[in-house]
C-alpha cells in the first residue's frame, strides 16, 4: 500500500526527471542528423500522380494512380445556398484540389 503525502508535500517535491537524448545524437525533435545506415522508405501507400475529376457538380475528387479516393473537395454555385451551407465557390475547391493533388511532387522535391 501506498503511502498518502500530504498535498503541500507532494507539490514542494522535486520529482526525477526523464533522462534526456543528447541532441548530437539525433533526438526526435531536434533535427539533427542521424548517422549510420540509411533507412529505406516503405513504398507508398497512394502512388504518385494524383488526379483532380470533377463529381456530380457538387465535388472534386482527389485520387491516386490506382483511382483510389484520397480527398473530397466540396463546393456550392448557388450564391443565395453558399453561406447557409458553408461551402466554398466552385474555384476555391478546385483550387485546393489540384494543391492537394500537387503533394506527391512537391514532396519528392524535399528529399
Avoid at 526527471?17 to 531536434?30: F, H, L, V
Avoid at 453561406?83 to 484540389?97: G, H, W
Wanted: charged share 30%.
Amino acid at each position: 500500500m501506498r503511502p498518502v503525502v500530504p498535498a503541500a508535500q507532494c507539490a514542494a517535491r522535486v520529482w526525477p526527471r526523464a533522462p534526456q537524448r543528447n541532441a548530437r545524437r539525433g533526438a526526435p525533435g531536434t533535427g539533427a542528423r542521424q548517422h549510420g545506415p540509411a533507412l529505406s522508405l516503405p513504398e507508398r501507400r497512394f502512388p504518385p500522380p494524383w488526379s483532380v475529376e470533377e463529381h456530380n457538380d457538387a465535388c472534386f475528387i482527389v485520387k491516386d494512380r490506382d483511382g483510389h479516393a484520397l480527398a473530397y473537395v466540396y463546393f456550392e454555385e448557388e450564391p443565395g445556398r453558399r453561406p447557409a451551407t458553408r461551402l466554398m465557390t466552385r474555384d476555391e475547391a478546385r483550387r485546393i484540389a489540384a494543391n492537394i493533388a500537387k503533394l506527391p511532387e512537391l514532396l519528392k522535391r524535399r528529399a
